[in-house]
C-alpha cells in the first residue's frame, strides 16, 4: 500500500502557511519524499508540543515556542470569519474555504491576474477559489467569497488568432482607480489587503475529457459544449444559491458598441474594444452596457456609468485622441477624480460619441467651464493687449462662426490647430532678420547709414531709379 502524507499533522503544523502545505502536496509525488515530509512534519510537531508544555524556559525550546505565539497572535485577528466567509478585517478565510464540499473543479484553466498561472477553479457552496493542479487547498488571495463578488464580465481576448475568452471577476472594491500615496514611514495597515479582480482565460474549444471534477460534475456534463456554456451556468448558478442576486455576467455586445478599426488576427470578427494606454501602460477599453472596462493589465480599472459624471475629448492630434473621464468619488478621497486614457484611434472617435457618450446621456464636459477657463487664460498670456479688437468681442464672433456646426472633436482639434498657429505666428514676431548680418561686422553701422541718407536727402533716391532704369535698358 502506497505511503499517504500526513495531511492533518501537516496542516497543524502549516497552518499559517498555506503556500508551503500546497508546496509539500505538490512535491510529494514519490513514496520517498511523502515519508520525508511526515517525518519532518512529525519532528516539527512534537517540538512545537514540547515547547508549548515547557514554556520558554529551555534555550533549545524557548525561541521556537515564541515564534510559534508571534505567528498565531498575527493570523488570529484576519481569520475572524464572519457568516459569508469573509474575515473581519475583509480577507477570506481559508480554512472556511477549505472545509466546504467541492461542487465543481474545472482543472488547467490559465489565469492572468491576480497571478499569472495555470490553476484549478473551484465552485463551493460559498466560495470561488483557483488551487494548485492535484490540491484542495485554495491558493492565498485567490479566494473569494460569492456575496463580495460585484461585477463578472466576458470579453473575448483581443489580438489572437484562435477565439478565446476571458471571465474578468471584481470583488467588491477591487476596481476604481485609487491614488498611489504611499504611506507614513513606519505605519502599520489597520487592515489586510483587499481582494484583487480574478481574470482567467477559456478557449472556445469543449473542456478535455477528465478535466471536469466534484459533485455536480455529472450535472455539469449537460452544459459543457464549451468551456463558456459551462463556466456560464456554473456562475450563474452559484452567485444565485449563494443569495447574491445583484450581480449578473455581461458579455461585450458588437450591437452596442464595436471598432471601426479591422482586427489583423480575426479580420472577418467586429472588435468590441479600442486600444488605448493609461500612463505608460498599453491596454484595450470595452465600452459595456454598465461601465468602462480597462484590461487586462494590472491594475484592471472598471467605471460604471453610475460613477461617471461626464466623459471628455482632449489631446486631440492627427490620428489620436485621449478621453478623461470625470468620476463621482467618495468620502474616502481615496479614489481618483479623473482618470485619462491616451492614444486612441480618431476614427473610432464617432462610435463613441455616438454609440456610448450620447446613448448612455453622459455629459460630454470638452467645453466645460474649467477646461475653457484654463485655455483662455493661457491665450491671454500670449496676447500683447489685443490692439486689433479692443473689447474681445470681433474674436469671439469670429471664433463662434469657424466652429459653428461642428462636432466636439472638430472644435478641440480646430483650437488645437488654433494654438499651434498662435505659437508659430508669435516666434515669426520675435525673429529680427537682421541680427545674424549685424554681428559679422560689415560695412557702416545703421545709425551711420540713417545720417547719409538724411545729409543727401532725396539725390540718391533719384540716382537710384536712373540706374535701375539704366540697368534694365542695357539688359534689353
Known amino acids: 500500500m502506497p505511503a499517504k502524507l500526513n495531511v492533518e499533522t501537516l496542516q497543524s503544523v502549516f497552518q499559517t502557511r498555506p503556500d508551503i502545505l500546497a508546496g509539500i502536496q505538490e512535491a510529494a509525488d514519490t513514496p520517498a519524499r511523502v515519508g520525508l515530509f511526515n517525518e519532518i512534519a512529525s519532528f516539527v510537531y512534537k517540538r512545537i508540543a514540547t515547547a508549548s508544555d515547557h514554556g520558554s524556559t529551555q534555550d533549545d525550546d524557548g525561541p521556537a515556542a515564541k515564534r510559534r505565539r508571534v505567528d498565531i497572535a498575527q493570523v488570529q485577528p484576519s481569520q475572524q470569519t ?18 466546504e464540499q467541492v461542487l465543481l473543479e474545472v482543472k488547467d484553466i490559465s489565469a492572468s491576474a491576480p497571478q499569472r498561472k495555470k490553476y484549478d477553479v473551484c465552485f463551493t457552496k ?36 484562435t477565439v478565446q475568452h476571458n471571465y474578468v471577476v ?29 481574470v482567467f482565460t477559456v478557449p472556445g474549444a469543449a473542456p478535455k475529457p477528465g478535466s471536469i471534477g466534484g459533485a455536480s460534475a455529472k450535472t455539469a456534463e449537460a452544459v459543457s459544449d464549451s468551456y463558456s456554456t459551462l463556466f456560464h451556468w456554473a456562475l450563474a448558478t452559484s452567485l444565485k444559491s449563494a443569495g447574491n442576486h445583484s450581480c449578473s455576467i455581461v458579455a461585450s455586445d458588437p450591437k452596442l458598441f464595436h471598432s471601426v478599426t479591422r482586427q489583423a488576427h480575426r479580420p472577418t470578427e467586429k472588435a468590441v474594444h479600442v486600444k488605448a494606454f493609461r500612463g505608460s501602460k498599453d491596454g484595450y477599453l470595452f465600452f459595456l452596457p454598465t461601465g468602462i472596462l480597462w484590461g487586462f493589465k494590472k491594475p484592471i480599472v472598471f467605471l460604471p456609468l453610475d460613477r461617471i459624471v461626464a466623459l471628455s475629448f482632449t489631446s486631440v492630434l492627427a490620428r489620436t485622441f485621449n478621453i478623461v473621464v470625470e468620476l463621482d468619488v467618495d468620502e474616502s478621497g481615496n479614489v481618483e477624480k479623473e482618470i485619462e486614457f491616451g492614444m486612441l484611434d480618431k476614427e473610432d472617435f464617432e462610435g463613441i460619441n455616438a454609440n456610448y457618450v450620447q446613448r448612455h446621456g453622459l455629459a460630454d464636459k470638452s ?27 470681433g474674436e469671439g464672433e469670429a471664433e463662434n462662426a469657424q466652429t459653428a456646426g461642428m462636432t466636439e472633436l472638430e472644435k478641440a482639434q480646430w483650437e488645437a490647430e488654433q494654438r499651434l498657429q498662435d505659437e508659430e505666428d508669435e516666434d515669426e514676431e520675435d525673429y529680427d532678420p537682421g541680427s545674424e548680418g549685424e554681428s559679422e561686422g560689415s560695412g557702416t553701422s545703421s545709425e551711420e547709414e540713417d545720417d547719409d ?24
Do not use: C
Not at 172 to 184: E, F, H, I, M, V
Not at 367 to 377: D, P
Open 82 to 99: 464572519q457568516s459569508n466567509g469573509s474575515t473581519a478585517g475583509g480577507g477570506v478565510s481559508l480554512d472556511a474555504a477549505t472545509s
Open 126 to 161: 460559498n466560495f470561488l477559489y483557483a488551487s494548485v493542479s492535484g490540491s484542495s487547498t485554495p491558493v492565498q488571495g485567490i479566494v473569494y467569497p460569492w456575496k463580495e463578488i460585484e461585477h463578472i464580465f466576458y470579453l473575448p481576448v483581443p489580438e489572437k488568432s
Open 170 to 198: 471584481l470583488p467588491r472594491n477591487s476596481y476604481l482607480p485609487t491614488r498611489t500615496a504611499k504611506p507614513a514611514a513606519g505605519a502599520t495597515p489597520t487592515s489586510p489587503t483587499a481582494l484583487e479582480p480574478f
Open 367 to 393: 467645453m466645460a467651464e474649467k477646461r475653457k477657463a484654463k485655455r483662455e487664460l493661457a491665450e491671454n498670456n500670449k496676447t500683447t493687449g489685443g490692439e486689433d479688437d479692443a473689447d474681445g468681442t
Open 453 to 476: 541718407e538724411d545729409a543727401e536727402g532725396g539725390e540718391d533716391d533719384d540716382d537710384d531709379e536712373k540706374d535701375l532704369d539704366g540697368e534694365g535698358m542695357d539688359e534689353d
